[in-house]
């Protein structure tokens, strides 16, 4: 079945400091592929998202590529703010079609330091 | 913007309590979901619905069930409620066909005693 596999945290950077999340998944097909953020005491918002591959997603200065070959969908950012703490799930959608959900992964709390 | 309001953020029930946890949407979206949140676990699907009075299985839904009346309003109902249904639940809803953009509710936190 499928399956996504993140980095487990917490992370914690320095402001301004270069991140990088890691995604792996297994899936059946040529699933979506999406990065969903938490901020503390709210509902999962859609940060990106990449549909085929070799696309590239990006919102925020957040940036992340599919990559067929070695099943990742990596979640990287230049320079990251204090603003960036929150809890990042990286999710595959389901490749049955039709609304069968979202596969996520266990989440990676990520902690920016001032 | 599309909103997802769940009705309680938090609630505290009792074990054998029947448990109604709703959702409503307000931007006409064909398809809802339920999952819960858990430490360690991160999201999992308990049931999910593309349309009204229709409801399908997620991974885990035991001890659970659905109802959808009307298409704007999801419902979660724990029959019986025990402690391992303690957890974060959290309902969302997307425009069909599914995707994979979906909207998210603040969510509930249920504890069961």
């Known amino acids: 079945g499928n399956s996504v596999t993140q980095m487990e945290g917490p992370v914690t950077l320095s402001e301004e400091a270069f991140l990088t999340i890691n995604c792996t998944y297994t899936?059946?097909?040529?699933?979506?592929l999406f990065w969903y953020v938490q901020y503390p005491g709210e509902g999962l918002q859609l940060l990106l998202k990449?549909?085929?591959?070799?696309d590239k997603g990006s919102n925020k200065g957040f940036e992340a590529t599919y990559r067929k070959e070695t099943t990742s969908f990596h979640l990287e950012k230049g320079s990251v703010q204090v603003s960036d703490s929150a809890v990042y799930f990286c999710?595959?959608?389901?490749?049955?079609?039709?609304?069968?959900?979202?596969?996520f992964g266990k989440g990676t709390h990520l902690i920016i330091q001032p | 913007d599309v909103k997802v309001t769940q009705s309680s953020r938090y609630l505290v029930k009792r074990t054998g309590e029947k448990v109604f946890l709703e959702c409503v949407q307000d931007?006409?979206?064909?398809?809802m979901f339920w999952y819960r949140q858990d430490p360690g676990l991160g999201l999992r699907l308990i049931y999910f619905?593309?349309?009204?009075?229709?409801?399908e299985k997620g991974d885990i839904p035991e001890g659970y069930s659905v109802s959808r009346e009307k298409k704007e309003r999801f419902s979660l109902i724990l029959e019986s409620a025990s402690t391992n249904q303690t957890s974060m639940y959290l309902c969302?809803?997307?425009?069909?066909?599914?995707?994979?953009?979906?909207?998210f509710g603040q969510g509930t936190r249920l504890t069961v005693v």
């Open positions: 999710a595959l959608g389901r490749t049955g079609g039709g609304a069968d959900g979202l596969t």
């Open positions: 899936a059946t097909g040529y699933p979506s």
């Open positions: 931007m006409d979206h064909e398809n």
């Open positions: 619905s593309y349309d009204v009075k229709m409801k």
């Open positions: 969302a809803s997307s425009l069909g066909p599914f995707t994979g953009e979906a909207f």
């Open positions: 990449a549909t085929k591959a070799d």
